[in-house]
């Protein structure tokens, strides 16, 4: 991994005629026929072939290099993100490698050719803790309520997101509710991570990335971009060194583990010490969300640590908290205003434990506290106040400056 200050100096994988020769007998037809309808995961290079196709659409450096019909370019790409987005095929060994395949091409060709490339803070390290959304299970804005607590105690962060893309209130949706400018200055966010330890991108806004456009612009259905998301933070991979994503009901957690194993290994992320987890509602688990749960049915987490990944399961216990049922913390009335009303305060008992065992796992990665410990020191900040301080000084400071 280069550790370079001018992120637009970072090569992609495959250099122009390289990208020529890799996608000559690219064809969609026969990825669908051969791996999809048979769930079968894509390869590093097939998938990464997809998503530049994916991207054609939309890119004009692209254009300039294929000829494709742009007609049923988009629809065929849609097709297959959604063909592939399936959870037998992400059952598969193999499907890390389709994962990671596909978000490298968003890195190279994506944000790397954007109007403005990689975010670049003054920071020793940049965290996100970004879920991929798409469960059958609503809860409030865990991973912003989190990430905006994990800020306020010192811990860098630049929160990537989206607004829901189907019947669900994303993180986008929150935090412009709480009066955040979702598409400031590039460097008017460089500067809030730096002062405040906060920044926010919006996956929708196109100075970073396109391919998002397909998704929740012009399709609407949730298709592969649930995972290309969360993990396409436009961050410099280099400060990216520790994260969380929440992972949706597809997909086990070790097999996204395993896909930032092969994005390291490629140079193309940077993550030393990540936490893949999926909560669930109930004990068969049949269902659940993209985050800690305090439910009957736990976590399931799968973590890599300087490369080796290891598996285990969280309880409520583990975080000295009681143990929820889905009524006791499922968003009542508008979810906007109760996931505010859980942030300021207003809200406490299970809702709020919710909030404190996800910025627990948080406080364990930066700071390397106990899950007790973390929720302790969650707690601490959120009731102190210095959480609402934060996040309303941020929102000052992307409204005046932008």
Same mark, same amino acid.
Request: net charge neutral.
């Given at each position: ?300 987490? =799968? ?20 143990? =929820? ?78």
């Amino acid at each position: 991994m280069k550790n370079e200050n001018d992120t637009n100096l970072r090569k992609p994988l495959f250099e122009r005629n390289e990208l020529q020769s890799l996608m000559k007998d690219f064809n969609v037809n026969l990825l669908l026929k051969k791996k999809a309808y048979r769930n079968k995961p894509l390869g590093f290079e097939e998938a990464y072939a997809l998503g530049v196709f994916a991207l054609y659409n939309y890119s004009e450096y692209l254009q300039k290099i294929f000829d494709f019909d742009k007609n049923i370019t988009e629809k065929q790409s849609i097709a297959a993100l959604c063909s592939f987005h399936n959870k037998e095929t992400y059952r598969q060994v193999g499907a890390g490698a389709q994962i990671a395949g596909i978000c490298a091409a968003i890195f190279d060709y994506d944000i790397g050719h954007s109007k403005n490339k990689f975010l670049n803070p003054k920071t020793d390290y940049v965290m996100d803790n970004c879920g991929m959304g798409g469960d059958l299970f609503k809860t409030p804005n865990v991973s912003s309520i989190a990430a905006i607590i994990a800020s306020a105690d010192g811990i860098t962060f630049c929160k990537h997101g989206s607004p829901g893309n189907t019947d669900s209130v994303g993180s986008s949706d929150f935090l412009e509710y709480l009066g955040v400018n979702l598409f400031a200055n590039k460097e008017i966010v460089e500067q809030g991570v730096e002062k405040y330890n906060f920044g926010y991108t919006d996956a929708l806004d196109t100075k970073y990335k396109l391919i998002h456009v397909q998704s929740h612009l012009s399709a609407h259905l949730a298709h592969m971009n649930d995972i290309i998301g969360p993990i396409t933070n436009p961050v410099n991979p280099d400060l990216v060194k520790k994260r969380i994503i929440g992972v949706n009901h597809l997909i086990e957690p070790k097999t996204v583990a395993e896909a930032y194993n092969i994005l390291n290994a490629k140079g193309l992320t940077n993550v030393e010490h990540g936490l893949f987890v999926r909560g669930f509602a109930d004990k068969n688990r049949n269902g659940g969300m993209d985050e800690i749960s305090l439910l009957p049915g736990g976590t399931i987490v =799968a973590e890599l640590n300087k490369g080796e990944i290891c598996s285990y399961e969280l309880f409520a216990d583990d975080f000295r908290l009681p143990e =929820a049922s889905y009524e006791d913390i499922k968003p009542r009335g508008d979810k906007k205003e109760f996931s505010k009303q859980i942030l300021y305060g207003k809200i406490k008992g299970h809702p709020k434990n919710l909030i404190l065992a996800n910025t627990a796992i948080i406080e364990y990665l930066a700071h390397g506290l106990t899950l007790k410990q973390g929720v302790e020191r969650a707690n601490e900040v959120l009731e102190s106040g210095k959480a609402v301080q934060n996040i309303e000084q941020y929102i000052t400071h992307v409204g005046d400056l932008r």
